[in-house]
């Protein structure tokens, strides 16, 4: 999955800059090493703080044809910084977009966008919305830098249903003394450089200056960053998670179950099975993921098989886990007692209920591996066959 976060080309001094500045450094602090492509060729905001970044220049609208072919590449990440005030050009450039084409090839764009309690500024990204609409997620700045009403985004009939509509994630700037802003400004200084930097210099050696290197003033710098990368850390997981994050997240627990229990003496050949479960409920994903995409009744059609494969696999999954709890709890008993596991069992069981019941939970797990879970594939396979004899019925049948 490859993700393209640009700023939508709000009017200047919004706080996009500062909205996607944090953004990277955020990123990088958590060991995500974004590609920056600077497209404001008036301003050049981003690479002044990050002199690593791309400068595209924009000679014409096809100029940001960069965004699209760079995404293409498996597993990118892109951070793109548009021009503020960006006009009717590049909002019809988004136009051209085969928005449809690149999900099936796994990109997706995500807009971040900073508002103020000015209408212009809410207007502005407003434009872009009637443009973009579903085609994008939204990240949405709230800076209050002028103070903590922002009318025109809280309360205005069309910023409702916005939020209605669209389910933007949100972030707010907290107000931040003029002076420290203006100071990182001069010096081209992430908050972030700053608070890591020591002996009067950043951490990438450059000079900080008397009024950011005060102990108080890093304190409140620190504050601020704290208040902004909380508020962050949930919203990015949420928008930056593949969109088979459902399975992926639940395959990697199943695989490494499996690879911690592979060689359990009585349940290692219903660990086996897991695998294979696990490969069909993520290949069912992914195809009736896509199907439905552009065969909408499709997932109508395969939405009972399919659950019934997801419930199949993780319950399996689950089961199994216990029964594998269930076994030591057994064993550690049968030790305790000293009980000769060829004979008496029986006896032993009808005395001791903690017996019996993990000798119950053992057997359902075998049962329901051995019979229910054994089945994923055939049902991803009838799901991936896509017959859509049911759909081609005429209505003059019924």
């Known amino acids: 999955m490859s993700t393209i976060l640009f700023t939508a080309g709000a009017k200047g001094g919004t706080g996009k800059s500062t909205a996607i500045r944090f953004i990277i450094t955020f990123l990088r602090q958590n060991g995500i090493e974004p ?50 005030g960006t006009g009717r050009e590049v909002l019809d450039w988004w136009l051209d977009i085969p928005f449809e084409e690149l999900q099936s090839q796994q990109v997706r764009f995500i807009c971040v966008a900073a508002i103020t309690s000015s209408p212009d500024s809410v207007q502005s990204f407003f434009n872009w919305v009637s443009v973009l609409r579903r085609r994008v997620a939204y990240v949405v700045f709230k800076n209050l830098k002028d103070g903590d009403c922002l009318p025109d985004y809280d309360t205005s009939n069309q910023a409702i249903l916005f939020r209605e509509k669209y389910s933007p994630h949100h972030i707010v700037l907290p107000r931040l003394d003029e002076e420290y802003i203006t100071e990182l400004e001069r010096l081209n200084l992430t908050v972030g450089e700053v608070l890591d930097g020591s002996d009067g210099k950043s951490a990438r050696g450059r000079e900080i200056g008397p009024l950011l290197s005060q102990l108080m003033v890093r304190a409140r710098l620190r504050r601020f960053q704290h208040d902004i990368y909380a508020q962050l850390d949930p919203i990015l997981k949420a928008v930056l998670r593949e969109s088979d994050d459902l399975y992926t997240g639940l395959l990697k627990d199943i695989e490494e179950f499996c690879n911690e229990n592979k060689k359990h003496k009585t349940l290692s050949q219903y660990v086996e099975t897991l695998p294979i479960a696990g490969k069909a409920l993520a290949d069912a994903s992914r195809f009736i993921t896509e199907a439905g995409r552009k065969d909408f009744p499709l997932l109508a059609l395969y939405a009972t098989p399919y659950l019934e494969l997801f419930g199949d696999a993780i319950v399996g999954w689950l089961l199994l886990w216990q029964g594998i709890i269930a076994q030591g709890a057994l064993n550690k008993i049968i030790s305790e007692k000293s009980i000769d596991a060829t004979k008496g069992l029986d006896t032993f069981f009808s005395e001791n209920a903690d017996a019996a019941f993990y000798t119950g939970k053992i057997a359902s797990v075998k049962y329901f591996i051995s019979n229910v879970v054994s089945q994923a594939s055939s049902k991803g396979n009838v799901i991936m066959n896509c017959d859509r004899a049911a759909l081609e019925i005429a209505e003059s049948c019924f």
């Open 35 to 84: 590609l920056l492509l600077d497209l404001d060729d008036e301003n050049r905001t981003l690479s002044r703080f990050f002199p690593e970044a791309l400068k595209i220049a924009i000679r014409k609208k096809s100029s940001h044809d960069v965004l699209v072919e760079r995404a293409l590449e498996p597993e990118s990440l892109l951070i793109a910084d548009l021009k503020a």
